[in-house]
C-alpha cells in the first residue's frame, strides 16, 4: 500500500455511478426455467447472449501421422485424410460435435455445409 491518504468515497457515492441500474426501479433480473421466453420487459437478459461468439470448425477430416513425417511437410504435400468424398462432414462448436453435414459449394467459389443430422447429446439411462 502506498503512503498517500487517499480516501475512498463511501459506498452510497460509488452505486449509481457504477451501477445506474441499482437505482433506477428497474426489477432485478432472475434466473428463468430453461423452457421459458428468456426475457423480461425489455428483452435484455436473451439479447446479451445473442453476442457471446462461439468457435465453429468443420472438420473434413483427420489424419494421424509420426512427428518425422510432419516434419518432412512441404509446400504441395498431400495429407490422406479418413474421409472419403461424399461423406458427411463434422460441425463442431466449442470442440463438441453438434451436427453433420455435406460440403456444398457457394457462389464466388466459397464452401458451406448444409446440414442434414443435429447430433443429440448422449444422456445415460435412456
Known sequence: MSDDNETLPASDEVGPEIFPDLDSGAPAATAEPAGSAGTTGSGRNID?????????????????????????LTRG??????????????????????ARGDLVKLAEDRLGVSLTEIVKDYVPGE
Open 48 to 72: 446479451a447472449m445473442f453476442n457471446v461468439g462461439l468457435q465453429v470448425q468443420v472438420i473434413l477430416g483427420r489424419s494421424r501421422m509420426p512427428i518425422a513425417q510432419l516434419l518432412k
Open 77 to 98: 504435400s498431400v495429407i490422406e485424410l479418413d474421409k472419403k468424398i461424399g461423406e458427411p462432414v463434422e460441425v463442431m462448436i466449442n470442440d463438441r460435435l453438434v
